[in-house]
């Protein structure tokens, strides 16, 4: 089962920033916070990863709490492209490095 | 485009048949990763190999086996297909097996079980 918790659903309107929440309370200290979307159907796609610091790529921000126990993930600019399931898997916490998908949060941007 | 690919993208067939889902991991990764998305169940870890080893299990069927090829590519057999088999397959590949090593995800493989 997975360890993470998200809310179901988001919203947002289009050019606003999108700030996706995820709880990890049981997060070991080695475990890197992944996130990752699924548009319709379409393989998960990878956003973004860090372990303690606040992390920035082309696509997103991924801001870490200094306990770790909860991330959130930053859009800064959406568009109607970025609606999507958005996920925080758990990384299982064993040597396979699985990713332990939960419910995940469906945004839904708005024009 | 991730750069893996899975063949084939869609799959009919009957329960109690046997298929076969054939993924390519980018360029240069060694582990691949096989999921199952069903609408009642999410996304489910099946199984793991890294460069030619199975390295994990999840909730793979005993009905399901999977393997990886000297060339890095892998197969996933599932064998006396019952109708709930029906789920979206994913392939994953990621350079190492190391917590920091992100996996990236095929297209997938729609399998319908008629």
């Known amino acids: 089962d997975a360890k993470t918790t998200q809310p179901p659903s988001m919203d947002c309107a289009e050019g606003r920033a999108a700030n996706l929440p995820c709880n990890h309370s049981t997060i070991s200290g080695n475990e890197y916070v992944y996130w990752y979307r699924q548009i319709h159907s379409q393989g998960p796609q990878y956003i973004i990863h860090g372990l303690k610091n606040n992390e920035t790529n082309e696509m997103a921000s991924l801001i870490i709490t200094e306990d770790r126990k909860s991330s959130t993930l930053i859009l800064p600019h959406a568009t109607l492209r970025d609606t999507a399931v958005y996920y925080c898997?758990?990384?299982?916490?064993?040597?396979?490095?699985?990713?332990?998908f939960g419910s995940g949060t469906r945004l839904l941007v708005r024009p | 485009d991730s750069g893996v690919t899975q063949t084939p993208k869609h799959l009919i067939t009957a329960t109690g048949q046997r298929v076969t889902l054939r993924c390519s991991p980018r360029s240069g990764d060694l582990s691949v990763y096989w999921y199952q998305q069903s609408l009642d169940q999410g996304l489910q870890f099946l199984i793991q190999?890294?460069?030619?080893?199975?390295?994990a299990k999840g909730n793979i069927l005993e009905r399901f086996s999977a393997q990886q090829f000297p060339d890095l590519h892998s197969e996933l057999n599932l064998s006396s297909l019952e109708l709930g088999d029906s789920a979206l397959y994913f392939c994953?590949?990621?350079?190492?097996?190391?917590?920091?090593?992100?996996?990236?995800f095929g297209p997938g493989t729609r399998l319908t079980v008629t």
């Open positions: 994953a590949s990621s350079v190492g097996t190391g917590r920091s090593y992100e996996q990236y």
């Open positions: 190999y890294y460069n030619g080893e199975e390295r």
């Open positions: 898997p758990d990384g299982g916490g064993d040597s396979s490095y699985k990713l332990i």
